[in-house]
């Protein structure tokens, strides 16, 4: 069962599913075991729960670490603080999330690459790519796809796939082009 009034995990609604959002958890599979952590997202169409641990296993190894926990696998969620986590903790876990490639950048260094990704699109005729009004740092092409800083292939999403294949390959050949011409 997921909570007091007998629904099953796959059965809660999105309101339901949102107070687990942000909460320190103990997530029971159908196998016996489980998992505790803070849950960082679950997905409202297949419930897969975005759950972060402490890693005290290993040594040299992250203290951190993000487990995806799929609908099925689970028997039922306990929380376990009912107040969420402070701010600190909140930035520690958008620090732990966000320490990918783009932090390693200067604002003017992406915004060079941004710069130069719009003449890219645009030399291959594919338009209209804007900076989207709510955050000016990604790119929205032909308002289908979406490209995060440092604007690589891998930084795409979109839920067109063949407009995501087709630019993930237009943005590889651009790295190509650039390293072959020493750029």
Known sequence: MADEEGETWSTLSIARLRKYINRRVVVYFNNRGKKEGWVHAIDPVTRTIVLEEENDKSPGAPSKKLTFIMAHATSHVVLVDQDGYSNEVHHEITDFIGSGKSSEYSEDELAKMRGEMIEWFALNRVVPVT????????????????????????????????ILDRVQKLIRAKQSHNSKFGI
């Open 131 to 162: 900076q989207c009004s709510d955050n000016p740092a990604v790119l929205s092409v032909m308002g289908v796809l979406f490209l995060e800083p440092p604007y690589d292939h891998e930084c795409c999403r979109s839920s067109n796939e063949i």
